[in-house]
């Protein structure tokens, strides 16, 4: 098990605010987990009572709403922290991570934390400033269901995907998803992205191989999330 001030993966975060010694506390009360792909790290409607450091792998953050539609909120990778929000609400979580691929995540309590908040203000103030990025990412959701259409979005979510995660070696966005789980970002019916897909693909704004998906045409892609007729 690494120990927290030796960890590369916090200069990505919140935690590279914090000292070398309140590293060291949170280091021998930290729990390390190995969750493998498709297993689920919370569910909604739990108490978290700490926070989690993503080490390797992905996770996918989402909303089951009243219909039975599962809203994938964001994805969450290494060097990020999940279920910051717990630090300053005792309410239950509202949301449920599942990984989407094995990872090794590390478990800090809240009092821990808690702690750390009260006393380093760097600290504090990293926290604040990643919740309400949060914040800001959620409005954007909102706003996009509400104004953009189904194929704005999927370019939109194409580009960001692009931008997260970069791309492999053979010019592949770095992450594979499901067509099911592209349409829960995108918030329409899977048979929905099947169709774009192929649209754009035919136009020659992508290319895919079974999950994997590279963008040829940014720029086109760009006009589309944008709005303007091809």
Sequence with gaps: MSKCEQCIVRQFN??????????????ACKTSLFIKKGDTIFEEGKHLNGVFCIKEGVCKVSKMSENG????????????????????????????????SDMEICFVPKEEIINDLE????FTMAVLK??????KTSDNVIVDMAQKTVKQRLAETLLNLKK???????????????????????????????????????????????????????????????????
């Excluded at 909120?73 to 910051?84: A, D, H, N, P, T």
């Design 14 to 27: 919140s935690l590279k605010h914090l000292s070398n010694k309140e590293l060291m506390r949170i280091s």
């Design 69 to 100: 539609r599962n809203q994938i909120i964001s994805l969450v990778k290494r060097g990020e922290i999940l279920g910051e929000r717990s630090l300053v609400s005792e309410e239950v979580a509202n949301l449920r991570a599942v990984a989407l």
């Design 130 to 135: 990643d919740m309400a990025g949060m914040l």
């Design 164 to 230: 997260k995660f970069g791309t492999d070696k053979d010019g592949f966005i770095d992450i594979q998803l499901s067509r099911e789980d592209i349409a829960n970002i995108t918030g329409t019916a899977t048979e929905s992205v099947i169709r774009l897909l192929s649209e754009f693909k035919k136009k020659k704004n992508i290319d895919f191989k079974g999950k994997n998906i590279s963008i040829l045409n940014a720029n086109a892609l760009e006009r589309i999330a944008q709005g303007f007729k091809e």
């Design 119 to 122: 006393k380093n203000i760097n």
